[in-house]
Structure formats: C-alpha cells, structure tokens
C-alpha cells in the first residue's frame, strides 16, 4: 500500500526541520558529522517531495 499525501508532507516537515538543526549545529564549528547529517536529511526530504510528486499525478 502507497503512503498517503499526509504522510509524505510530515516526512518532509520532519527531515527539513531535523536538517536544519543539524546545519545550524555545523555551522557552529561543531563537527563535520553534523555536516553529514543534515545532508542526508535533506536528500530524505527530497525523496520524500518527489514521491509526493509523483503521488499527485
């Protein structure tokens, strides 16, 4: 079963929050990893708006 329009929204709600977190944290000279993070939040979101995308058509 597909994921509804709602969950998508709140996956990509979720991860741009969380990736902006993580990018302030880096941004503060507290480690690469958090670099990383957010990166990886960020393409979470992008997936996430794609398959929403793709829900709407």
């Known amino acids: 079963m597909a994921a509804s329009k709602e969950t998508y929204e709140k996956v990509i709600e979720h ?3 969380k990736g902006d977190k993580e990018w302030a944290k ?4 507290e480690g690469g ?3 990383h993070n957010a990166k ?3 393409n979470t979101a992008e ?11």
């Open 15 to 17: 991860n741009m929050q």
């Open 40 to 42: 990886k939040s960020y």
């Open 26 to 29: 880096a941004k503060n000279g």
């Open 47 to 57: 997936k996430a708006r794609k398959a929403l995308d793709e829900l709407d058509k």
């Open 33 to 35: 990893k958090h670099y």
